[in-house]
Structure formats: C-alpha cells, structure tokens
C-alpha cells in the first residue's frame, strides 16, 4: 500500500471510531431522555388515579327543601355518570356530584348578583325566572 492509501484509511477508521463514540453518546442520551419520560408518565397516571379516587370518595349532603321552588329531588351527571339527589335528607354521594352542586350555587349566586346590579343600575327590574 501506498502512503496515500494508508493515510485515508486511517483517517476513515478515525471518522469511523468517532462516529461509533457519537452515536454510543447519543443513545445513552435518548436512554436517559426515555426514562425521564417514562418517569413523567407514570408520576402522571399515578396522579390521575389519585384525582380520579378523590373524585368517586362519597362525601354527605343535603340539599335544601321546601314545599314551593325547592321539592322535587336533583338529577346531576358529570361525563355521563349521573346520579339523583333527594333533597331534604342526608345522602352519601361521590364527591365529583358535589362539586358540580357547588359550582352550580356559586354560579346562581354570581346571577343573582349582577341581576341585582343590573336592576339597581337601570331602574328597571329584570326578572329571569
């Protein structure tokens, strides 16, 4: 062999050995990266099921009774589990229907209030019932 030919092929077997160092670094990187990956999605699912085992704990309610607006029992559904209420008596219900009852009186009192401050403003007195 010539010179020449000896000095391209050492340089292909460094550019070769150096590709083989690059890729082992970079599948130990995407290693790592899947891992980590991993990881997050597994601390991800156990949290879910966490939230999701909060959520179905039954909690106590009762709703509020009288003989005129406020008799007939509540039907409330939450991503197609639904369930009814019986108002006047303590019932065990899982918590995700309590918390839509929750947000739903929050939301009535927030109506109530700005119908109260449109009326108070215009002079006028605006009914939605």
Not at 15 to 21: A, D, I, Q, V
Not at 28 to 33: D, I, P, Q, V, Y
Not at 56 to 64: G, P, W
Not at 93 to 106: G, P, T, W
């Amino acid at each position: 062999m010539t010179d020449t030919n000896v000095s391209y092929n050492e340089a292909i077997v460094a550019l070769k050995n150096e590709y083989e160092e690059k890729l082992a670094v970079m599948e130990a990187e995407c290693a790592l990266l899947r891992s980590e990956i991993e990881q997050k999605e597994a601390a991800e699912a156990a949290e879910a099921a966490e939230n999701e085992a909060y959520l179905n704990e039954y909690v106590d309610v009762k709703l509020f009774r009288d003989s005129d607006r406020y008799s007939d029992d509540v039907y409330v559904a939450v991503n197609g589990q639904n369930c009814v209420i019986k108002r006047g008596e303590w019932v065990k219900i899982k918590r995700k229907f309590a918390l839509v009852l929750d947000q739903s009186e929050i939301q009535d009192m927030k109506t109530d209030k700005l119908i109260s401050e449109v009326n108070g403003a215009s002079g006028n007195d605006i009914s939605f019932s």
